[in-house]
């Protein structure tokens, strides 16, 4: 997916709620990481980063956005996150070992191509945590009887409306969509693609990575992981 200078600039604006529990995210992770430094994969705009630095926690984040990443920068405190330009799909040639968490949030591993590249991704992440380290992945649980086109609105703030216009193929896993942002300025496409894994498979691409499920939560809140959750909070320390 293409984070360039529009993607950055509505990614804060356009879900108040995501930016809102960035302190309940900070919390589980600082929480997890007991004193030691924690490396985001996809660190962003430093949504979870800027709040892991309020609670002084070390953070080190990867990002292949120089647009997401200018933002992080401008920022307070944004110069305290240390931040390696890259692909996080092999993130064991970008930063050295050992960190307490690894984490990546918001569904990022799904903007990794395909199953190699997830895999791959776990795979070298474990190698960069400790003996008591942990990998924490957020990602939403698939809807695997979802329909194949939706319309939907998923963002509304500040005089912008985003829908999202969506093709999925359960064959392939992938989603490809379309935000249809509508403000003053007058309406855009923003395309993008995801290839999503279900729980289940998650849970076997750690295992091959040599992790095993710690926890799993149905959000930041550690509810509990239902039928009902539309996502997961997984916790996968070495097996
Ligand atoms: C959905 S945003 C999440 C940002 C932040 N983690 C948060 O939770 O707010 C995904 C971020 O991952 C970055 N990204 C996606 N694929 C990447 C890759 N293969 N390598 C490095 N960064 C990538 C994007 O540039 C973007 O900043």
Redesign the pocket.
């Known amino acids: ?1 293409d ?1 360039d200078d529009r993607r ?1 600039a509505a ?2 604006a356009d879900r108040p709620e ?1 930016a809102a529990e ?1 302190g309940a ?1 900070a919390g589980v992770i600082a929480d997890l990481a007991a004193g030691g430094a924690v490396l ?10 800027l709040a892991l630095v309020e609670r002084g926690v070390a953070v080190t ?5 120089e ?3 200018a933002r992080l920068r401008n920022k307070p405190s944004g110069d305290k996150v240390r931040v390696v ?5 092999d993130p064991a040639a970008l930063v050295d070992a050992p960190f307490a968490v690894v ?6 591993l799904f ?2 191509d395909d199953q190699d ?1 997830q895999l791959q ?1 776990l795979t070298r992440a474990a190698t960069l945590i400790g003996p008591d380290g942990v990998v924490v992945v ?1 990602a939403f649980a698939p809807d695997v009887t979802r329909a194949d086109q939706s319309l939907s609105v998923t963002g509304s703030a500040d005089g912008r409306v985003t829908l999202r216009a969506v093709r999925h193929d359960p064959m392939t896993q992938v989603v490809h969509g379309h935000d249809v942002v509508v403000d003053d300025a007058g309406t855009r496409l923003v395309p993008y693609r995801i290839r999503y894994a279900t729980v289940p498979e998650l849970d076997l691409m750690a295992r091959l990575a040599g992790l095993r499920l710690r926890a799993r939560w149905g959000g930041w809140h550690r509810q509990p992981f239902t039928l009902a959750s539309d996502r997961h909070v997984s916790v996968y320390e070495r097996a």
């Open positions: 997916m984070y950055a990614y804060d995501r960035a995210v985001e994969l996809g660190v962003g705009t430093g949504r979870i980063a984040g990867i990002d292949a956005s647009a997401m990443v330009m890259g692909d996080f799909g984490l990546v949030a918001a569904s990022t903007e990794l590249a991704c957020e």
